[in-house]
């Protein structure tokens, strides 16, 4: 996770480790806030859904996708990130 990029966006994969750079500040839970819902829309999931599993005062997190598969999340990040 990159805050204070310009824009939040999904910025690829490197060494299997999704990148996701977010506008939002490290403030107040403001960028997993906001990283919550840049992946809520990206995979088509409800807020409730994802779960910061480890790493909420780091740039390096763990994430929950509850109910989500991962042969589809594979399927839709692969066309996110052509």
Same mark, same amino acid.
């Given at each position: ?9 999904? /910025?690829?994969?490197?060494? @299997? ?13 403001? /960028? ?16 409730? @859904? &994802?779960? &910061? ?30």
């Amino acid at each position: 996770m990159t805050p204070r990029a310009g824009r939040s966006v999904l /910025a690829g994969v490197r060494d @299997d480790v999704l990148l996701v750079k977010l506008a939002a500040a490290p403030v107040d839970g403001a /960028a997993n806030d906001a990283l919550v819902s840049v992946l809520g829309a990206a995979f088509d999931l409800p807020p409730r @859904d &994802i779960r &910061i599993v480890s790493g909420q005062r780091s740039r390096t997190k763990r994430v929950l996708l509850v109910g989500a598969d991962a042969d589809g999340l594979e399927r839709r990040l692969a066309k996110l990130l052509v």
